[in-house]
């Protein structure tokens, strides 16, 4: 009886460990695909930080609320497969309610393949938004998003 009951607990093991990785290795390849978004993401945020710095602007904080907005947004932009500032009034009453902002701004993208390349056709836009970067605000919140194309799609939420 005892014999019996260690073999099965072995089979036990064995089969969650293998099962475990199978697991695993499922979500290290999805997280992979999510930690080159958020990497890019966070790049961006860097690279805006650091315009800020040499312009003696304070850096901009991330801020979850503003972040999950522009995840949102941009997935709604690629569903529509374009950019838009679609639903402007329903982002900025969120961060009103949950964040008590006073001000919002935003950026929108796509097509750039890096942090680098999107930051900089903002600073050199003649669309506003190099004003937002420059803007009086306090929090962001970005996303960089891939389409089933592999193009990107990039949102910033400004604000204060």
Do not use: C
């Given at each position: 009886m005892k014999t019996n009951l260690v073999k099965y607990l072995f089979a036990f093991l064995i089969l969650s460990t293998v099962l475990s990785s199978c697991s695993n290795d499922d979500n290290i390849s999805n997280d992979d695909n999510?930690?080159?978004?958020?990497?890019?993401?966070?790049?961006?945020?860097?690279?805006?930080?650091?315009?800020?710095?040499?312009?003696?602007?304070?850096?901009?904080?991330?801020?979850?609320?503003?972040?999950?907005?522009?995840?949102?947004?941009?997935?709604?932009?690629?569903?529509?497969?374009r950019i838009s500032h679609d639903n402007g009034d329903q982002k900025f009453k969120a961060l009103q309610e949950k964040e008590n902002a006073t001000g919002m701004a935003e950026n929108v993208a796509a097509g750039q393949e890096s942090a680098q390349s999107v930051v900089t056709s903002w600073l050199n836009s003649s669309a506003g938004h190099r004003e937002n970067?420059?803007?009086?605000?306090?929090?962001?919140?970005?996303?960089?998003?891939?389409?089933?194309?592999?193009?990107?799609?990039?949102?910033?939420?400004?604000?204060?």
């Open positions: 999510n930690s080159n978004e958020i990497s890019v993401a966070d790049e961006i945020l860097k690279l805006v930080n650091e315009y800020r710095s040499e312009k003696g602007l304070k850096p901009l904080i991330k801020n979850n609320t503003a972040e999950e907005l522009a995840i949102d947004h941009t997935r709604y932009m690629i569903s529509k497969g970067i420059e803007g009086n605000y306090t929090h962001i919140g970005i996303a960089a998003i891939k389409d089933e194309n592999g193009k990107y799609y990039y949102t910033q939420l400004f604000y204060r």
